[in-house]
């Protein structure tokens, strides 16, 4: 099955750097890769998806780029504020359907510390 | 709007005791409805899916279980709880691959 790995665990930045999060899937088959950002004791809110047959996309400040051939994606936070302090998630598709079901492997979160 | 709800909020119950969580979406119709746990500043661990009203798929075998008595309503239940089941409980809902998370439920087993 699925297996994403998600580095670094842990991510300080000060206010204005950019932050970088990257993940790793094992299935070549898996063509949807969304993000999750959780503030503390709420549940995770999607910022970002990306398919298989695009190799980046674009939101604001947020990006997500994604290497096929090596088996990686990455969301890229630009300018940070404080308020993007909080654990971020990745996912990929495991292919696996029954019935329109289609299950996300996720990796083990990422904390990221914007410091004003 | 698609919303999703989830009750209650907060949750402290003795080892042993039964459990009932809810789960209940608005603005949308037949979605996939999900069960998640996440322990203590640990990543998310998928316990149940459904696809459909009384179609229930369990990942992990445990002292819990799902129900879906109705098109938009999932419910996690527990007979006899176990410390181990504390954590933060998630719902989520999506059609196809697309995932959608509910506020959670914490849940402290003493």
Same mark, same amino acid.
């Given at each position: 099955?699925?297996?994403?790995?998600?580095?670094?665990?842990?991510?300080?930045?000060?206010?204005?750097?950019?932050?970088?999060?990257?993940?790793?899937?094992?299935?070549?088959?898996?063509?949807?890769?969304?993000?999750?950002?959780?503030? =503390? $004791?709420?549940?995770?809110?999607?910022?970002?998806?990306?398919?298989?047959?695009? $190799?980046?996309?674009?939101?604001?400040?947020?990006?997500?780029?994604?290497?096929?051939?090596?088996?990686?994606?990455?969301?890229?936070?630009?300018?940070?504020?404080?308020?993007?302090?909080?654990?971020?998630?990745?996912?990929?598709?495991?292919?696996?359907?029954?019935?329109?079901?289609?299950? #996300?492997?996720?990796?083990?979160?990422?904390? =990221?510390?914007?410091?004003? | 709007?698609?919303?999703?709800? /989830?009750?209650?909020?907060? =949750?402290?119950?003795?080892?042993?005791?039964?459990?009932?969580?809810?789960?209940?979406?608005? $603005?949308?119709?037949?979605?996939?409805?999900?069960?998640?746990?996440?322990?203590?500043?640990?990543? #998310? /661990?998928?316990?149940?899916?459904?696809?459909?009203?009384?179609?229930?798929?369990?990942?992990?075998?445990?002292?819990?279980?799902?129900?879906?008595?109705?098109?938009?309503?999932?419910?996690?239940?527990?007979?006899?709880? =176990? #410390?181990?089941?504390?954590?933060?409980?998630?719902?989520?809902?999506?059609?196809?691959?697309?995932?959608?998370?509910?506020?959670?439920?914490? #849940?402290?087993?003493?």
């Amino acid at each position: 099955g699925e297996n994403v790995e998600q580095h670094p665990s842990t991510l300080s930045v000060q206010e204005g750097d950019s932050a970088v999060i990257k993940c790793t899937y094992s299935d070549s088959a898996s063509n949807y890769f969304p993000w999750y950002k959780q503030e =503390l $004791g709420k549940g995770p809110q999607l910022i970002i998806d990306i398919r298989s047959n695009v $190799g980046e996309k674009k939101d604001q400040r947020i990006a997500v780029t994604l290497n096929k051939t090596a088996k990686h994606f990455s969301l890229h936070i630009t300018e940070t504020q404080p308020e993007d302090s909080a654990v971020y998630f990745c996912a990929a598709s495991d292919p696996v359907f029954s019935g329109g079901y289609n299950k #996300l492997i996720f990796g083990a979160g990422t904390r =990221l510390a914007v410091h004003p | 709007s698609q919303t999703i709800h /989830q009750w209650p909020a907060t =949750l402290v119950q003795p080892v042993g005791s039964p459990l009932s969580l809810e789960c209940t979406v608005e $603005g949308t119709s037949n979605p996939n409805l999900y069960w998640y746990r996440q322990a203590a500043g640990r990543g #998310l /661990q998928l316990l149940f899916y459904s696809v459909g009203i009384g179609q229930i798929s369990s990942e992990v075998p445990q002292n819990l279980s799902a129900s879906r008595p109705q098109d938009r309503q999932f419910i996690l239940s527990s007979k006899k709880l =176990l #410390l181990s089941d504390s954590g933060f409980y998630l719902c989520a809902f999506g059609r196809t691959d697309t995932q959608y998370f509910g506020p959670g439920t914490r #849940l402290t087993v003493l």
